[in-house]
């Protein structure tokens, strides 16, 4: 409910309709909303770190982006109608919180930064950071557009470009010195 209705128009009672249970029983797993929205991070957390392991079993740092690509490119349809739910959650945290969010973001969206950015230092790129956030940012302003305009084939041709970009910035010297 939170990544469909966001986090200020979604209330407990929300919620508790939508699960069907008594509004009770949410109360006693979430006393406010924000703890609600301290166990979707978690959730949200727990379903990126284990994308980010199963991609690290790809062979090769491009290997890893591009498998990268393809999954957020799996999302499209979801995207088109609802926006990215990581973006927008750590947009509306830095709304909601302030500053508060900023120990918050990070769990959000600075891992998987940090995760691109290892994959490209390990191609051999001296800007290994700043092609990361081109990575990311590249993403996130596909999901927006993405969303706003309703066009999930638009995010599709737009993820086929960041997989051509991903080629033409491996180091296929780099990347061979890899492979066992």
């Known amino acids: 409910m939170i990544y ?7 209330t407990l009672a929300d919620v508790a309709t939508e699960a069907n249970v008594a509004v009770g029983n949410i109360f006693y797993y979430f006393k406010t909303k924000d703890e609600l929205v301290d166990a979707i991070v978690e ?4 379903e990126r770190d284990e994308l980010l392991a199963r991609l690290d079993r790809r062979r090769t740092p491009r290997a890893r982006l591009r ?18 739910p990581i973006g927008t959650l750590a947009s509306e945290l ?16 600075g891992v998987v ?9 390990e191609m051999g790129q001296p800007d290994a950071r700043d092609l990361a956030v081109t ?21 599709h041709r737009q993820m086929g470009r960041l997989l051509r970009w991903i080629d033409d910035v491996a180091d296929p010297a780099a990347e061979a010195s890899l492979l066992p």
């Not at 959730?43 to 727990?46: F, I, V």
Request: hydrophobic fraction near 35%; include cysteine; charge should be negative.
């Open 94 to 109: 830095d709304k909601r919180f302030g500053i508060e969010a900023s120990s918050r973001s990070p769990e959000l969206l």
């Open 135 to 155: 990575l990311v940012a590249a993403y996130q302003g596909i999901a927006v557009l993405t969303h706003s305009l309703r066009d999930p084939d638009m995010m």
């Open 67 to 84: 498998a990268l690509v393809d999954e957020l490119d799996a999302t499209r349809d979801s995207v088109s109608q609802h926006g990215c």
């Open 43 to 46: 959730g949200y957390s727990n």
């Open 4 to 10: 469909h209705q966001g986090v200020e128009r979604t």
């Open 113 to 121: 930064i940090d995760w691109v950015e290892r994959q490209f230092r």
